[in-house]
């Protein structure tokens, strides 16, 4: 079975691991369906009709966010002040702090910190488990990841770091060009949505340079163990990743009751459940150590983690991800 999103995988391995079957569907009542799936093809077409506006958002999004540049932690041009020094012999004069200076008896130069455009690769889960919804008054999970990629494609481009779409085809850079490049940002993502394999693959560590910062972007319903794989080889390239989580409310609370019909997203056949409400704190349990998992091999290997639910604004967790590639406090969870 692939890594899926949907509540019938996860559904599942909750039975696998507890070495009991699934209660019978039962011979009364009626049959409810757990949430909204969209076929790939469908999902294309949807996504392609709905670029302008999530990229016209995303700007929005992006415009909220208060950035700043990625420094150095070295004297060097930029606006960001490092420290003070005393002045050498030689120096122009035009360099030194007059107020700074005149609290003691030495002159002092005012340096700022070197500032450098980075490499930031973006990656996007293109997967058939992100294309699912619990309800018609939520975003797909794969619409939000990919509002969330263009939001932060924005606010990168605009203040000049180098952005770089990791894809299964290979790595596409995105040059600076203000909404040209937001553009083909999203048209990048298109082209990995219409071409999604059918057998979901995280990107490969060796796609990132070296000292670059990667943005993942999934539902992270993959097993842990081959997140950890991928977060280890990116520690030891090294690179830092900063895993973004996207779910559905839905995936963390099993809201359902009754009779339900789970439909697996990724190839697993329909699973038919009675008393689902039953079910419930077990598989709640389950969700909530999948999850501490995840967190303990991001805290084990040096990567961020931001979890966000598509019922919140897609700010919070955008805001969240700026900390984290800022080095400022509230990126980390």
Known sequence: MTP???????????????RTPPPDAGPLGPI?????ATPLPVAAEGLAARMPALIVAATHIAATVAAGAHG????????????????????????????????????YIRETEAEAAQTICLWCDPSASMRWRSDAALPLKSDRAALLTL??????????ERVRLLTPDGAVDIPPGGRTALDRLGLA????????????????????????????????LAPPETIATLLRGLAARPARAH???????????????GRIRFAGLEGEDPLLLSGTEGLRPAYA???????????????????DLIRHTTDRRPEHALLALHAALSDRPGGRT
Do not use: K
């Open 285 to 303: 349990a389950a969700f909530a150590d999948h999850q501490a998992r995840i967190g303990d091999i991001c805290r084990a290997t040096g990567h």
């Open 189 to 220: 993502l298109l082209r990995t949505m219409e071409n999604a394999p059918d057998a979901p693959a995280w990107p490969h560590p060796q796609q990132a340079p070296r000292h670059a910062r990667i943005v993942l972007i999934s539902d992270g």
């Open 243 to 257: 895993l973004l989580l996207v779910n559905d409310p839905a995936e963390a609370a099993l809201p359902y009751a």
């Open 72 to 107: 150095r932690r070295q004297a060097g041009p930029g606006d960001s002040f490092w420290q003070f020094r005393p002045a050498q012999p030689g120096e122009p004069v035009t360099r030194i702090d007059w107020r700074q200076s005149a609290r003691s008896s030495r002159a």
């Open 32 to 36: 409810g369906a757990a949430g909204d």
């Open 4 to 18: 899926t999103s949907s509540l019938a995988g996860r559904l599942r391995r909750l039975f696998a691991a507890r």
């Open 151 to 160: 939001a932060a494609g924005a606010l990168l481009l605009r203040h000049g």
